[in-house]
């Protein structure tokens, strides 16, 4: 059992930064893949970017590359997203996600626990 909480949304101007946090519970977090995944008003749940459980893989939507970046640190028991350069289109909610199966995936309906989400909103 995973408990997720994210943190570090807010209200930034575009072209600005932010590093969203997910802070999991539990003595396994290290044995789980962790995604970002996203939904803005009236439009699908959408991937982010995705980590295996040693860090070494990582997975970014293919229209974030360059702006967004994964990464972990277990002993922390924590994901982040660092996210830059980021334009009115990112405004949505961002959800952590937590997946225990062995390969790295994008689909959402494979992870398991979900954090409540925090608000991401960029200004033009």
């Known amino acids: 059992q995973v408990h997720l909480v994210e943190s570090g949304g807010g209200l930034v101007q575009a072209g600005g930064s932010l590093r969203l946090s997910c802070a999991a519970s539990g003595r396994t977090f290290s044995r789980y893949s962790l995604g970002w995944f996203r939904q803005a008003p009236g439009k699908e749940r959408e991937f982010v970017a995705a980590i295996n459980w040693s860090g070494r893989s990582t997975a970014i939507k293919e229209a974030l590359k360059g702006r967004f970046t994964i990464s972990r640190d277990n002993a922390e028991n924590t994901v982040y997203l660092q996210m830059n350069s980021l334009k009115p289109d990112d405004t949505a909610v961002y959800y952590c996600?937590?997946?225990?199966?062995?390969?790295?995936?994008?689909?959402?309906?494979?992870?398991?626990?979900w954090g409540q989400g925090t608000q991401v909103t960029v200004s033009s």
């Open positions: 996600a937590a997946d225990d199966g062995l390969v790295l995936t994008i689909i959402a309906d494979r992870y398991s626990y």
